[in-house]
């Protein structure tokens, strides 16, 4: 009789992450992209697509993927249309545009793009289903790229219409926030919850409360900013239901008396949660095994004070989608597979000197609660790090007041020549309040490098593959 016992071990190794069709090439993982506005998920998505693309000519782009580094990969292409039927990621017009060069226009809502990957398998089941078969191990690799300001709305699932209201009108009363949202606070003074309920004033508060919401993002770098669909709509449209805004809201009133307007829109607001939150965590976040969340700590740093301290609150909200504690939130939410692995991601590593990249993830892991998240067994895997999705820069030294000092060479966006820029030290913890006296950095936004658009060379980077390795390398073994 032939004595298979020496199969066991190995499908005992293997039997704890792979299936029998994963091994035999029938195997798909999606991998999320997100990050709050202007972080960089367009550039990262297109560089990273076609840094897959390019390793079969260039290995030497992805050496820190182990696939790539081990030489098993055979071959990476672009998969067929999915059946889930999101918008395609446009790859290919971004690529072009990159080869201008200019950098992409950011995209709006959900999209996504498949790559399979195909390569030598490296462990012995791996290789033995693969001889069998006679077919090289494969993994379709489901990158979806969708806006950061989508989970700032998960903590809205836990509180009432009052209470949110109550919060937020709190809060545009301090600040920079107070100047930003002068014009809505003058109108909402006109208004109060228990009056009758009109759609033009319903309608009139939204548009005014929108208005505050695009200025404070765009003109003063603010990222705690909710409803996150009110700035990125994705297909929802203009929706009757959207047509809400916080109201001030006495304490204790909760809930309010039918045919008043705190009853309009607070009606409106459970059916935001219902129909556009709660919809979301079911039928894609729950999908979604491994993601990256990217941040761009720099330009928090310097948009000052009130901005980075902004980007905390949002760290902290964006957290609350990887915590799953019994009784929280998202344990309510999702009943099916969950999320494995989560990285969050400093962007423009390229920004500053080699020295100071490890600053930037130390100061993003110090930003919001990731120790205590880390610790807990029931969360998502999580880690920090740095990265550059394309290098726009080359490092120098310079003396400056009898000092060398590292330096970043680059051309800023509109400028015909190149720059030397001393873009100061990286704090590796949030800075004090009385540090915020003087600009921490000097950082301007650089033209993208020229690049071949054909799959061949690739892009230059900052550990976009250790990245990879972290979120899939267990998934191409």
Same mark, same amino acid.
């Not at 120790?371 to 880390?374: D, F, H, K, R, Y």
């Not at 990265?387 to 680059?410: D, F, Y």
């Given at each position: 009789?032939?004595?298979?016992?020496?199969?066991?071990?190995?499908f005992?190794?293997?039997?704890?992450?792979?299936?029998?069709?994963?091994?035999?090439?029938?195997?798909?993982v !999606?991998? %999320?992209?997100?990050? &709050?506005? #202007?972080? $960089?998920?367009?550039?990262?998505?297109?560089?990273?697509?076609?840094? =897959? @693309?390019s390793?079969?000519?260039?290995?030497?782009?992805?050496?820190?993927?182990?696939?790539?580094?081990?030489?098993?990969?055979?071959?990476?292409?672009?998969?067929?249309?999915?059946?889930?039927?999101?918008?395609?990621?446009?790859?290919?017009?971004?690529?072009?545009?990159?080869?201008?060069?200019?950098?992409?226009?950011?995209?709006?809502?959900?999209?996504?793009?498949?790559?399979?990957?195909?390569?030598?398998?490296?462990?012995?089941?791996?290789?033995?289903v693969?001889?069998?078969?006679?077919?090289?191990?494969?993994?379709?690799?489901?990158?979806?790229?969708?806006?950061?300001?989508?989970?700032?709305?998960?903590?809205?699932?836990?509180?009432?219409?009052?209470?949110? !209201?109550? %919060?937020?009108?709190? &809060?545009? #009363?301090? $600040?920079?926030?107070?100047?930003?949202?002068?014009?809505?606070?003058? =109108? @909402?003074?006109?208004?109060?919850?228990?009056?009758?309920a009109?759609?033009?004033?319903?309608?009139?508060?939204?548009?005014?409360?929108?208005?505050?919401?695009?200025?404070?993002?765009?003109?003063?770098?603010?990222?705690?900013l909710?409803?996150?669909?009110?700035?990125?709509?994705?297909?929802?449209?203009?929706?009757?239901?959207?047509?809400?805004?916080?109201?001030?809201?006495?304490?204790?009133?909760?809930?309010?008396?039918?045919?008043?307007?705190?009853?309009?829109?607070?009606?409106?607001?459970?059916?935001?949660?219902r129909?556009?939150?709660?919809?979301?965590?079911?039928?894609?976040?729950?999908?979604?095994?491994?993601?990256?969340?990217?941040?761009?700590?720099?330009?928090?740093?310097?948009?000052?004070?009130?901005?980075?301290?902004?980007?905390?609150?949002?760290?902290?909200?964006?957290?609350?989608?990887?915590?799953?504690?019994?009784?929280?939130?998202?344990?309510?939410l999702?009943?099916?597979?969950?999320?494995?692995?989560?990285?969050?991601?400093?962007?423009?590593?390229?920004?500053?000197?080699?020295?100071?990249?490890?600053?930037?993830?130390?100061?993003?892991?110090?930003?919001?609660?990731f120790?205590?998240?880390?610790v807990?067994?029931?969360?998502?895997q999580?880690?920090?790090?740095a990265?550059?999705?394309?290098?726009?820069?080359?490092?120098?030294?310079?003396?400056?007041?009898?000092?060398?000092?590292?330096?970043?060479?680059?051309r800023?966006?509109?400028?015909?020549?190149?720059?030397k820029?001393?873009?100061?030290?990286?704090?590796?913890?949030?800075?004090?309040?009385?540090?915020?006296?003087?600009?921490?950095?000097?950082?301007?936004?650089?033209?993208?490098?020229?690049?071949?658009?054909?799959?061949?060379?690739?892009?230059a980077?900052?550990?976009?593959?250790?990245?990879?390795?972290?979120?899939?390398?267990?998934?191409?073994?």
């Open positions: 009789m032939l004595n298979l016992s020496w199969l066991s071990p190995i005992a190794q293997a039997s704890e992450r792979l299936s029998l069709g994963e091994l035999a090439g029938s195997a798909t !999606s991998l %999320a992209v997100t990050g &709050l506005s #202007r972080s $960089g998920k367009t550039v990262l998505v297109t560089s990273l697509i076609h840094n =897959l @693309l390793c079969a000519h260039n290995p030497n782009r992805m050496p820190l993927l182990g696939v790539v580094g081990e030489r098993r990969l055979i071959a990476a292409t672009i998969a067929g249309a999915s059946a889930n039927r999101l918008p395609s990621f446009p790859y290919r017009d971004n690529i072009e545009k990159m080869a201008v060069p200019d950098w992409p226009a950011p995209t709006e809502g959900m999209s996504e793009v498949g790559i399979e990957v195909r390569f030598a398998p490296a462990s012995a089941l791996g290789r033995f693969s001889a069998i078969s006679g077919n090289p191990a494969s993994l379709t690799i489901r990158i979806v790229d969708y806006p950061g300001e989508w989970l700032l709305d998960l903590p809205l699932m836990a509180v009432s219409y009052a209470e949110w !209201s109550r %919060a937020t009108v709190r &809060l545009l #009363r301090k $600040g920079v926030r107070a100047e930003i949202a002068r014009d809505f606070l003058a =109108l @909402l003074a006109q208004h109060r919850p228990e009056e009758n009109r759609e033009e004033v319903a309608k009139e508060l939204h548009d005014r409360y929108c208005g505050y919401l695009i200025a404070a993002r765009d003109r003063h770098g603010l990222s705690f909710q409803p996150g669909r009110f700035l990125c709509r994705g297909t929802l449209g203009d929706v009757p239901y959207l047509w809400f805004a916080p109201l001030d809201v006495a304490d204790g009133v909760d809930p309010f008396a039918p045919g008043t307007l705190g009853a309009l829109l607070a009606e409106r607001f459970d059916v935001y949660k129909e556009v939150v709660a919809r979301f965590y079911e039928d894609h976040f729950r999908h979604y095994t491994r993601q990256i969340v990217l941040v761009d700590v720099l330009r928090a740093l310097l948009a000052g004070r009130d901005a980075f301290e902004d980007t905390r609150l949002a760290l902290d909200a964006i957290l609350e989608s990887f915590r799953y504690g019994p009784g929280g939130i998202l344990s309510r999702l009943l099916g597979p969950r999320i494995d692995k989560v990285l969050f991601a400093a962007t423009k590593a390229d920004h500053v000197p080699d020295i100071q990249r490890d600053h930037l993830a130390a100061l993003l892991r110090n930003m919001a609660a120790p205590a998240l880390e807990r067994s029931s969360n998502a999580l880690d920090v790090t990265l550059a999705s394309v290098i726009s820069t080359a490092e120098e030294s310079q003396e400056i007041e009898g000092q060398r000092v590292q330096v970043v060479v680059g800023p966006v509109g400028s015909n020549k190149q720059s820029f001393f873009v100061g030290n990286v704090p590796i913890r949030p800075p004090r309040a009385d540090a915020w006296g003087s600009p921490f950095l000097n950082v301007p936004v650089f033209e993208p490098p020229a690049i071949d658009a054909s799959p061949v060379d690739g892009i980077h900052i550990n976009l593959d250790l990245a990879l390795e972290f979120l899939l390398g267990d998934r191409l073994r």
